[in-house]
């Protein structure tokens, strides 16, 4: 997998939040819904994208250097919200405890910090995903850079972007110039709206071009806009474009991989009252020795260790006890990966694990034998088999197969314990020994994933119908994520 580099727009991000979830405050009265919203996306980036870098990019405070030259540039908004203001140096404070670089530069905006750490990662290889719903960030797209909307869980790239807009990421700023920003109050040319300066793009390629080309424009009143207004669409393009190169001086290797500060985050959420949230972090905590009973382990003594939700179990000598034998280790192990159940294990925070399975239609053959605490189940040999099903043709054959299913085991993967916020990762069904089958639906990137809406979709008839009969090991858990997903 590639190195990742996440980039916050913070502000963006936090109005987002704001808006969207009802006003709460602490338990002593401060103000806390942005907070909330935040840290419970921070929390869900770390844990379900696994960024090699995460970074918060910050607005710089005073005059900009696009209201020096152009005053009107954002001068209609209006006062940020009385109850959010209060709310920035908690936010802050909270960022700095899960060890997320802030950053910023005197004069410019986040979308320019954005944009010059775009361009540094990109040189060093790596890929990008930006976290914003200001448009302005069209323009960096490219290759190895990606528009994330976290709402949604959607990403936007080049060709979404000639789908939406009809322009290159390169063609973006000349776009916007001609539009115009009516949010940001760039003014762009009148009577120039989306489709007809995406036609105009398309035509003569860049600004310039157009301008140049002011008499080949369809209708005498663009012809005369075009003419006009030439010098306000090139002003314009000058504020739209952003600064790929800021002397932000970013220490890229100790920043790397972020690993929160735990203890901290639980005091801010308790002084919060986030009760959720101080659960939630623990995952993100050093690997705890656990006892011999605990993690029911062999007399081998031989240790398996997790250092978080996606690592591979490593021999370690500070870890859980886990036995040496083939079987009794899988008894212990998720069927459908190489990580411990966390839900068997009873673990806080997050419900399972995510992501497509290394394990494709293999065959894994062993012998059951019995243990201390468990009767014997068979010594003949048991072969195992696991299916992904990643694909819309697999999971129409899926599907196929289910309906004539008079009893089937279900079992949901998910980002966390409550079914109110928590996503679904994927469902894992079997119904005959040794097969299994695992359907993904979110995880890392590059992963190969079916969409959530789809698989709730042609599931639902299924979970539906009077004659089923489920098997699970914890039904009314799975059963309130059902119902809270339709």
Known sequence: MPDTVFLIDTFSLMFQVFHAIPPMTSPTGQPTNAVFGFSRDLVSLLQVHRPTWLICALESTGIGKREELYPEYKAHRGEMPEDLRPQIPLLIETVEAFRIPVVNSAGWEADDVIATLTREAVARGHQVRIVTSDKDARQLLGPQVQILNLRKNTYLDEAALLADWGVRPDQVVDFQSLVGDAVDNVPGVPLVGPKKAAALLQQFETLEGVLANADKAPGAKLKENLKTFADQARLSQTLVRLNQHLDLNFDWDAT?????????????????????????VKQFAPAETVTHSEAGASKSGRKLSVRSLFDDPVDD??????PEDKPEAESSLSSFGSLPSLKDQ??????GTEGTPSLIESEETATATSTDNLLP????????????????DKLAAFIDQLKQQPRFCLDLETTGLDPRSARIVGWAFCWQPGMAYYLPTLGPLGSTLLNGATVIEVLKPILESPSLRPVNQNLKFDLMFLASHG
Do not use: H, M, Y
Request: glycine share 8%.
């Open 346 to 351: 009873g673990t806080e925070g997050t419900a």
């Open 256 to 280: 790397r991989n972020p690993q929160p500060d735990v203890p901290a985050l639980q005091s801010l959420f308790r002084k919060f009252g986030f009760g959720r949230l101080v659960n939630d």
């Open 377 to 392: 189940l068979s010594t003949r040999p048991i072969t195992r088999r696991w299916e992904t099903i990643d694909t819309p």
């Open 317 to 322: 000598s500070s870890s859980i006890d886990c």
